[in-house]
């Protein structure tokens, strides 16, 4: 599975922007894909994922009611919607695709990724 990750850019407190993530390959075989992002100096953190399946969603706290993640399968793409960006949502993001069943919130369960996708939210 490849994932291309684009939408990155920079944009002030307040504004908005949407991430992308193409994928390709066996995409049959990943139950979920996920973002999450590292600023500098942090640990990568998650933000957000959503089940191919049946469209369920989870998100972290810190960006719960100003993410939204959502998916066409179709296209095989995912998109990360993000409204109200702050300064501290500045960082690397990054897609991932899990081919298995538990620990979305974790990077462990996550078997592939994508290149990061700078954000910077400036104040």
């Known amino acids: 599975v490849q994932l291309q990750a684009s939408g990155g850019g920079l944009v002030q407190a307040g504004g908005s922007l949407r991430l992308s993530c193409a994928a390709s390959?066996?995409?049959?075989?990943?139950?979920?894909t996920g973002w999450f992002r590292q600023a500098p100096g942090k640990e990568r953190e998650f933000v957000a994922t959503?089940?191919?399946?049946?469209?369920?969603?989870y998100y972290a706290d810190s960006v719960k009611g100003r993410f939204t993640i959502s998916r066409d399968n179709a296209k095989n793409t995912v998109y990360l919607q993000m409204n109200s960006l702050k300064p501290e949502d500045t960082a690397v993001y990054y897609c991932?695709?899990?081919?298995?069943?538990?620990?979305?919130?974790?990077?462990?369960?996550?078997?592939?990724w994508g290149q990061g996708t700078q954000v910077t939210v400036s104040s």
């Open positions: 959503i089940r191919w399946s049946t469209g369920s969603t």
């Open positions: 991932a695709a899990s081919s298995k069943l538990v620990n979305w919130e974790t990077a462990r369960g996550y078997d592939y």
């Open positions: 390959g066996r995409t049959f075989s990943t139950y979920a």
